[in-house]
């Protein structure tokens, strides 16, 4: 037992040092982290703008999808604005490698979705996927690891490899709104329709802007006999 003592203080004393030679570094406001704190510091979760558009039905981003594909439900977790803290944590999760941003936003995610009974019954996540050609470039894809931490929270499986993107569109950043809608509209499809058969599936995504991405996946997966879809994402921009 003591032993055991010994070596956690000797590791304790290790990281702090090590951390004085490599500081961890808030991903929203670049400053040091306390050492109680993780990726994010607390004065940057306490600035960060939430929507709290999981606890309404009626939102911005649910009534972006109105008219054009039956989502059950939709939310994004905080409103995106350009130079804000909330933009500064997305380009570090989708551009910095700083993936353990979108597992721990994902986590908060999940733990409000559990408060809202506009998204009970959820059975399956379904990250956005990124075509092949953008995965190499990038490494990696941003939405899996905020749907890993939703998956954590809310204690439901991914599915990563049923929807495919089967067209490369390049980036939607600088495309007007009738332009990302018909950048994306048919650039998905179906690999293996029974894994998520007759389930309620989580779409999850980095930042919602027209909804024009998350629709054109939706219309895919509302294919599949009883299948219904809801909608999480990171952030919303507002137009």
């Given at each position: 037992?003591?032993?055991?003592?010994?070596?956690?203080?000797?590791?304790?004393?290790?990281?702090?040092?090590?951390?004085?030679?490599?500081?961890?570094?808030?991903?929203?406001?670049?400053?040091?982290?306390?050492?109680?704190?993780?990726?994010?510091?607390?004065?940057?979760?306490?600035?960060?703008?939430?929507?709290?558009?999981?606890?309404?039905?009626?939102?911005?981003?649910?009534?972006?999808?109105?008219?054009?594909?039956?989502?059950?439900?939709?939310?994004?977790?905080?409103?995106?604005?350009?130079?804000?803290?909330?933009?500064?944590?997305?380009?570090?999760?989708?551009?910095?490698?700083?993936?353990?941003?979108?597992?721990?936003?994902?986590?908060?995610?999940?733990?409000?979705?559990?408060?809202?009974?506009?998204?009970?019954?959820?059975?399956?996540?379904?990250?956005?996927?990124?075509?092949?050609?953008?995965?190499?470039?990038?490494?990696?894809?941003?939405?899996?690891?905020?749907?890993?931490?939703?998956?954590?929270?809310?204690?439901?499986?991914?599915?990563?490899?049923?929807?495919?993107?089967?067209?490369?569109?390049?980036?939607?950043?600088?495309?007007?709104?009738?332009?990302?809608?018909?950048?994306?509209?048919?650039?998905?499809?179906?690999?293996?329709?029974?894994?998520?058969?007759?389930?309620?599936?989580?779409?999850?995504?980095?930042?919602?802007?027209?909804?024009?991405?998350?629709?054109?996946?939706?219309?895919?997966?509302l294919q599949i006999p009883q299948?219904?879809?809801?909608?999480?994402?990171?952030?919303?921009a507002m137009n």
């Amino acid at each position: 037992m003591e032993r055991n003592r010994i070596k956690q203080t000797i590791l304790e004393y290790l990281s702090d040092f090590v951390a004085l030679i490599y500081p961890q570094i808030c991903a929203g406001c670049g400053k040091s982290l306390y050492k109680a704190e993780g990726i994010i510091c607390t004065l940057c979760r306490y600035q960060l703008p939430q929507t709290n558009f999981h606890l309404e039905a009626d939102n911005p981003v649910s009534r972006a999808f109105w008219g054009r594909t039956n989502i059950t439900a939709a939310t994004a977790f905080y409103y995106f604005q350009k130079k804000s803290k909330v933009q500064e944590l997305v380009h570090a999760l989708k551009y910095r490698n700083r993936t353990e941003v979108g597992t721990t936003i994902g986590e908060w995610i999940g733990a409000a979705l559990t408060e809202s009974h506009n998204f009970n019954g959820i059975d399956t996540i379904v990250p956005v996927p990124l075509h092949p050609r953008r995965l190499r470039t990038r490494g990696y894809n941003q939405s899996d690891f905020i749907a890993a931490g939703i998956s954590k929270a809310i204690k439901v499986p991914i599915i990563n490899k049923v929807l495919i993107r089967s067209s490369y569109t390049g980036t939607q950043t600088k495309l007007g709104k009738f332009n990302r809608w018909e950048n994306v509209k048919e650039i998905f499809q179906l690999k293996d329709p029974e894994a998520i058969k007759g389930k309620h599936i989580l779409l999850v995504d980095d930042v919602i802007t027209t909804g024009a991405t998350l629709e054109a996946c939706a219309n895919v997966l509302l294919q599949i006999p009883q299948t219904k879809v809801s909608v999480a994402a990171m952030a919303y921009a507002m137009n």
